[in-house]
């Protein structure tokens, strides 16, 4: 015969409290004092008792579960997410949060109308509190379908069009010009970027601020090859430039991997990093530190931003927050050898 494992009579004795006492704490119900919610946990954690999940979310109306929706990614899904340390950096964030208050994560993978159709159908059932979006494409709908069917929802950068959704951002035109400021300060002249793709406002917002940046110093002719955030798209767009301008002297890539990339292309041509061609990242990712040389990049603290993105969304099923709430985060530059 089995030992039972501890009930909530267990705990309300020995807490000094009432069953019913113990129950509104562990269902996490507000109007019980401060002092008795200690004294309960402290019983909990004595009695060792574990909550049954099922009987609380009868109460509750609540899963503990929050969808994390990787969004637009099409068939390259596995190629773009797993090679691309970005996403294991928002995994890590939301996992960190989460799993500190007692919530835990499902993934889904909208990568095409009827995926996403599918997603919020699932989550509609009442599947999870809310989702987390991480969407690839511009002017993804899954967001303003979310809000629609009354689900909670938080992304992780501004919506394109502007939609009443929570965000957690960064200041993309500002870390721009911290590279072109870094870059003119090494005394380079004749400075190229890299973009990603323009129809993601955050590689546009990357693109003017490095561009105005250097107008404000009198460097007008920017040239600009577009990649799509890989590394052999930052070769080949390095190949472009140097082909088109063998004279450049600085460059400022939209993430890491294309840096990445780019230094592959210069020093398989025999140029030196940094003394020939200066090179900086943006992200701040895994790869910056492993890169040959190592990249000066622009810092996107995506693992707080991710974290960021997981509180809102708990406020928001907690009903702490009921209006959308934007979070905007500061870049910082990181020097390292490439620049």
Known sequence: MSRRGPTLEDVARQAGVSRATVSRVVNGIRNVDPNIQELVRHAIEQTRYRPNRAARSLVTQRTETVALIISG?????ASRVFADPFFGRVVNGVVGYLRTHAMH????VAESDAARDQVVDYLSQGTADGALVV?????DPLPEMLAAAQIPVVLFARPEPPQAVSYVDLTHAEGARLAAEHLLAR???????????????????????FREALASAGVVDVPVAEGNFTVDSGAAAMAQLLSDHPGLDGVFAANDLMAQGACQFLREQGKRIPQDVAVIGFDDSSVAVTCRPPLTTVRQPVEKMAAAMAR????????????PVSVLFDAELVVRESA
């Open 312 to 323: 809102i969304l708990s406020e928001h099923i907690q009903g702490t927050h009921t209006q």
């Open 187 to 209: 005394g380079c002249c004749r400075i190229a970027t890299i973009s990603a793709p323009q129809s993601i406002p955050a590689a546009r917002d990357r693109l003017d601020g």
């Open 135 to 139: 969407s690839i494409q511009a002017a």
């Open 105 to 108: 994560p499902v993934l889904l």
């Open 73 to 77: 990614a099409g068939d390259t899904f």
